[in-house]
């Protein structure tokens, strides 16, 4: 149960709330999410169980298990990219934690209240010009989150995760029950959820594949390094179709939470930091109850943000305990330095080293453009060939129906979206992303 938890906290993050609804209202609602969720079925749950088959299959991170599958090949050198993309990140994505952190802390001393439309843009966009503050915020994070590491698998990934995941729930049930209750509401729902193909482009669709790739976090090795955790009776085909609805479930969620409320008060819909930072603290504050709402919502923000970093945080601390066999204590410590390395620069691209730029991105940009398009789609892009074509049969079956144990008729379709759709979408997806087609 512990490892499942971990496992759905670390396809659950920021990109469920802030990035899904608002690509699924611009990209004809309804429309979207149909090729949202066959991208889910087609691309994200078959590419999520080559990286079951692999983990459970050796109970080991992605390097050894790529030894002991493939022991006459040089095929686990392919985990160095998986580890460095984890990495970043885990650099980058910090930096956006220590603004949910900083908005935290202005919910609870009530900073946020009485303020124009005017004024949250201004406060975010002074917060993230601070270089003090804004590199201090990503370094309380980042402690937050090694300490839990320091606890190991059981007591602290698992553990935390086991909490913060209902409690995540809990929450998102809570924001919609009373998002709904607001006054137009509906107009919010027709935004997210009418059906009309005429505004779904081509981009758009391409974009739905990317999102349910991007959203399961696939091809950085963490579901290989979660799974290796897994009991030997656990079902995977089960798990994957559970992580994968409750990953959608949260950005459907996020999204009756968000838009029914950004309609009612006469909002316009945004995407990414501008719509939490400052349209939603707008909304909040015109509610009646604004300070409890807004302490809640950088709450569920937080929890969302702890249980994916945890989670990123397990694939490079795995590798080097395993493979280079120190202790968990010393690899964590590793990573944080990494980390920290990747996050400084990050939150200083912002600000005093906002004069660096490499095709027309910030360093932080650039860190989530490296690794959003091309560690994880090629890391992903690996993964699929390889299970698809390259490992025994055998070792598919067996991982699927638990060595005979569960009787399943999933394998030839899962064996086929790997060999064919998996590596076309995601070679679809890099040269659209790259400006090739």
């Known amino acids: ?54 983990g459970r299959g050796t109970h080991l991170n992605m390097r050894g298990a790529l030894k002991k599958l493939s022991p006459n090949s040089k095929v686990h050198n392919v985990a160095f990219i998986c580890v460095v993309g984890a990495i970043i990140t885990l650099g980058f994505y910090s930096v956006v934690c220590g603004w949910v952190l900083e908005y935290l802390y202005q919910s609870v001393v009530g900073n946020l209240s009485g303020r124009t439309t005017a004024e949250y843009s201004e406060i975010f966009s002074d917060f993230i010009a601070s270089p003090v503050r804004n590199v201090l915020l990503t370094v309380v994070f980042l402690i937050i989150n090694f300490f839990v590491m320091l606890g190991g698998v059981r007591k602290g990934v698992e553990r935390t995760s086991s909490v913060m995941m209902p409690l995540l729930f809990l ?10 209750l607001l006054p137009n509401s509906g107009k919010g729902l027709e935004f997210l959820f009418d059906v009309d193909f005429s505004k779904l482009t081509w981009r758009g669709v391409v974009d739905a ?100 970093t945890i989670s ?29 390395v990747i996050a400084v620069l990050s939150a200083l691209s912002f600000n005093v080293l906002s004069c660096i730029v490499v095709a027309e991105m910030n360093l932080f940009d650039l860190f989530n453009y490296l690794a959003s398009n091309f560690f994880m789609l090629l890391g992903g892009l690996f993964t699929a060939i390889y299970v698809g074509w390259f490992l025994d049969k055998k070792v598919i079956t067996a991982q699927l129906t638990n060595n005979g144990a569960l009787r399943t008729r999933v394998q030839g379709a899962v064996v086929f979206c790997l060999r064919f759709i998996a590596p076309v979408a995601v070679i679809v997806i890099f040269l659209c992303y790259l400006g090739i087609i």
């Open 1 to 54: 149960m512990g490892a499942t938890a971990a496992t759905v906290g670390s396809a659950v993050g920021l990109g469920n709330i802030w990035r899904f609804p608002y690509e699924a209202g611009e990209n004809g609602g309804g429309a979207f999410i149909i090729v949202y969720i066959g991208c889910v079925l087609l691309l994200g749950i078959p590419v999520m169980l080559s990286e079951f088959i692999i």
């Open 171 to 180: 929450l998102l049930l809570i924001f919609a029950v009373n998002s709904l």
């Open 209 to 308: 594949f990317g999102q349910a790739f991007m959203s399961l976090t696939l091809g950085i090795a963490g579901l290989v390094t979660f799974s290796s955790y897994f009991k030997d009776e656990a079902p995977l085909v089960r798990d994957a179709c559970t992580i994968a609805s409750l990953d959608t479930l949260v950005a459907l969620f996020s999204g009756i939470v968000i838009f029914p409320a950004v309609f009612s008060f006469g909002m316009q819909p945004e995407a990414g930091p501008k719509l939490v930072f400052e349209v939603l603290p707008n909304i909040f504050q015109q509610m009646p109850g604004g300070y409890f709402w807004a302490l809640m919502f950088f709450v569920l923000l937080f929890f969302a943000a702890l249980t994916s």
């Open 312 to 340: 990123l945080s397990e694939i490079p601390i795995t590798f080097i305990s395993e493979e280079f066999k120190i202790s968990r204590k010393k690899a964590t410590f590793i990573v944080a330095i990494f980390t920290l």
